[in-house]
């Protein structure tokens, strides 16, 4: 007899006690237990057994909802921030995932901030999905008597910026809800347009929110949260243990294994959670760009309360690898170029992608000259952001180590030598220097908290995680079973970790790989045709309760993987395409398909 039958739960809140306990470590589940121990003693001590909604509501109130749709996390952080800092005001306030937030509630709702993320180019977070559709949809009741605000997170180095934000404050406004204020859209250097936003949304929360009767007590349900020593305003400088090469002589990709030292610094990560790396630019780029221009790198700029000479702003705090679109909208203006100011119309949206993905700033400022002082040139290139790489090991295995996989971005454009900011920061790195470092969770792409089975789709470095996860799994001996679909060019060249795979399958740790090498034969063959291949495979364990994860490219291998996976759950479900994105939209909310995707 198992403890499923044992269980006096009914059958259909068992897998919601697991997801509410999955990943939570011995002292909040302590802790959770001890709630839940509080709560059946109140009952019983009422005389009440009746469902929850039965009881006197805490939400008769004025209430502040706040809703979140998170990718990477920074959405989650500023949500929950606010929420907070709403509470410590003296507001009733709850701050809500996407995917966890009941759409019938919309009509009841009357005070609403949401905090959404677009990926990709124009993408909704996954947790959002289902809330976009039905918003977006014929279902989505009127909202007279809603207020409401959004903060939108992007960036602005795709042409779609903020694309989801923008669509969800128009689609408000349409339902008939009134806008508090202005939406706002932050780039990946949040905290310039998100505090603002912050302050006035909490201002705007206060005024709407005029409270006379004493606040009702509730316990909320979660552990205190602490700020960790080391974080993204404050890194720690971690020491290079090793940076090796893992990529074939023959390949045309310089992908290296990275082993850093966390000792002494007291943090902690799970497999799936990110690493940030905060980078500086090359002194080559930096002088090229101070040549272009004809400034003097030691001209003294300030901003703000910083201060810094014209070299290091550009070499420690300004973005010069990617194009974002304001920079080029300023620098259109300024050169007065009209073939630039063309571009920005949005029939050109195409061509300014493709120019964006292979233009560095450099190339703007040489191409179409134009004046720039020092001053204005700081203000208009957009902060240097951190770069986040899904952490390739599991701590239980490492101990007081992280490892990444990361592809030396390194290029030939028109003649010139081009590279990718942090990837030519880390690969140039040598044994014993620092890396300043942050640990960035990722509660959406964990391995499960039971023993089901486990699909790992990658391409190239989005390898990384599934790496940790075979870690982590064996560490624990779990029983359910792994599968890796790995793709890249070569097997000769590109096979990445081909020795520890080989091993996990030898040792039972991995129970099967297919692998997808696109051009070692006349026909690319991609992971989304090895997945086609095993279609039948692929349904049956998802069927039986196994989790599904992707990991890599957001706007070409994942997209292309998510419409096979379609196709595979029409083919063997029988049923229409419409009905099988239903269902894998459901696996989504679920957290049993889980996308790491950049």
């Known amino acids: 007899m198992t403890a499923a039958t044992l269980s006096p739960l009914p059958e259909d809140k068992q897998p919601l006690v697991a997801r509410l306990i999955e990943g939570l470590e011995v002292p909040a589940l302590h802790w959770l237990s001890g709630y839940l121990a509080g709560v059946a003693a109140q009952r019983q001590a009422t005389g009440k057994n009746a469902p929850a909604e039965h009881a006197p509501a805490v939400d008769a109130q004025p209430r502040l ?7 990477t996390g920074n959405a989650k952080r500023l949500a929950e921030d606010l929420g907070r800092r709403a509470s410590a005001a003296g507001l009733a306030a709850r701050v809500v995932r996407a995917d966890s937030y009941p759409t019938r509630e919309l009509k009841q709702e009357r005070l609403l901030y949401i905090v959404i993320s677009t990926q990709g180019d124009g993408e909704p977070p996954d947790d959002s999905r289902a809330l976009v559709e039905f918003l977006t ?33 128009e689609r408000f406004a349409a339902l008939g809800a009134h806008r508090l204020f202005n939406a706002g859209e932050a780039d990946v250097d949040l905290e310039t347009v998100a505090h603002p936003w912050l302050e006035q949304a909490l201002q705007q929360a206060r005024e709407q929110l ?149 233009w560095q700033v450099v190339d703007l400022l040489r191409r179409h000259p134009a004046d720039w002082s020092a001053q204005t040139l700081i203000g208009a290139l957009r902060p240097l952001a951190p770069r986040l790489y899904s952490i390739a090991s599991s701590q239980s295995v490492v101990g007081d180590e992280v490892h990444l996989t990361v592809s030396h971005v390194d290029y030939t454009f028109e003649g010139e030598a081009r590279w990718g900011a942090a990837s030519r920061y880390l690969s140039q790195h040598v044994d014993g220097e620092s890396v300043p470092i942050f640990i960035e969770a990722n509660d959406r792409f964990r391995l499960p908290g039971d023993d089901r089975d486990i699909v790992m789709i990658g391409a190239g470095t989005g390898v990384a995680p599934f790496r940790a996860f075979v870690q982590e799994r064996a560490e624990r001996g779990a029983s359910g ?82 419409k096979v996976l379609i196709a595979i759950v029409a083919e063997h479900a029988g049923c229409a395409a419409e009905d099988a994105e239903a269902r894998l939209n459901q696996l989504i909310q679920q957290g049993r398909y889980a996308r790491d995707v950049y």
């Open 137 to 169: 949809g014929a279902r989505a009741p009127k909202l007279d008597t809603l207020r409401y605000a959004v903060l939108g997170l992007g960036d602005s180095s795709y042409p779609n910026f903020c694309a989801i934000g923008r669509q969800l404050d």
């Open 65 to 71: 909802t706040v809703l979140y749709g998170s990718q």
């Open 481 to 562: 079973r792994n599968w890796l679909v790995f793709g890249n060019p070569h097997f000769h060249s590109d096979f990445l970790y081909q020795v520890e795979w080989q091993q996990a399958l030898k040792n039972g740790q991995l129970s099967r790989i297919d692998l997808a090498f696109s051009r070692d034969q006349a026909e690319k063959r991609y992971v989304q045709h090895r997945l086609l291949e095993q279609g039948r495979r692929l349904y049956d364990w998802l069927e039986n309760g196994a989790h599904l994860y992707v990991c890599g490219d957001a706007n070409r291998m994942a997209k292309d993987v998510h």
């Open 210 to 358: 005029k409270i006379s009767a004493p606040l009702a007590t509730v316990t909320p349900l979660r552990t205190a949260r602490t700020t960790p020593t080391w974080h993204r305003e404050q890194p720690f400088a971690s020491p290079l243990l090793l940076n090796q090469r893992i990529t074939g002589r023959g390949s045309d990709r310089d992908v290296r294994h990275l082993e850093l030292s966390l000792e002494g610094s007291g943090l902690r990560y799970a497999p799936g959670d990110a690493l940030g790396v905060w980078p500086t630019q090359s002194p080559v780029l930096v002088e090229a760009v101070l040549n272009t221009l004809r400034l003097d790198g030691e001209t003294v700029v300030r901003v703000g309360d910083d201060e810094h000479t014209l070299r290091t702003w550009l070499a420690e705090h300004r973005e010069l690898t990617q194009l974002t679109r304001p920079f080029f909208a300023a620098h259109a203006e300024r050169s007065g170029d009209t073939r630039l100011q063309a571009l920005l119309l949005p029939a050109a949206r195409d061509t300014l992608a493709e120019l964006f993905s292979s």
